[in-house]
């Protein structure tokens, strides 16, 4: 659906590979590569704020509390897996699609 965003389960979480480029410009998801989101954010990836602002900042635009948003694998790397909670496959994919094509 989403420009072959690959989406997996893992135990009670909708997952999605992330590509995270820190020290941005300001913090946009700005597409899909490699069957993940590549996200850039202003934070530096120092003492784990790049990590803390992709929680929220994924926490907010999905609309999703950031309890149910959490980084499964990945937190030492620009490749991460993100987890979320409290949401389906299908609806995860439908708000991705609208935050990445409208």
Same mark, same amino acid.
């Given at each position: 659906?989403?420009?072959r965003?690959?989406?997996t389960t893992?135990?009670?979480?909708?997952?999605?590979?992330v590509? *995270?480029?820190p020290?941005?410009s300001?913090n946009?998801?700005?597409? @899909?590569?490699?069957? %993940?989101? $590549?996200? =850039?954010?202003?934070?530096?990836?120092?003492?784990?704020?790049?990590?803390?602002q992709l929680v929220e900042? *994924?926490?907010?635009?999905?609309?999703?509390?950031?309890?149910?948003? @959490?980084?499964?694998? %990945?937190? $030492?790397? =620009?490749?991460?897996?993100?987890?979320?909670?409290s949401?389906?496959?299908?609806?995860l994919?439908r708000? *991705?699609?609208?935050i990445?094509?409208n």
């Open positions: 659906m989403t420009d965003l690959k989406i893992q135990g009670e979480y909708s997952c999605v590979q590509h *995270l480029q020290r941005a300001r946009e998801i700005s597409g @899909v590569v490699e069957q %993940g989101l $590549k996200i =850039r954010l202003t934070a530096p990836p120092v003492d784990d704020r790049a990590n803390r900042f *994924l926490a907010e635009k999905l609309d999703l509390p950031r309890r149910d948003v @959490v980084l499964l694998h %990945g937190q $030492k790397s =620009r490749s991460k897996t993100v987890g979320f909670k949401i389906d496959p299908d609806e994919a708000r *991705l699609h609208n990445l094509y």
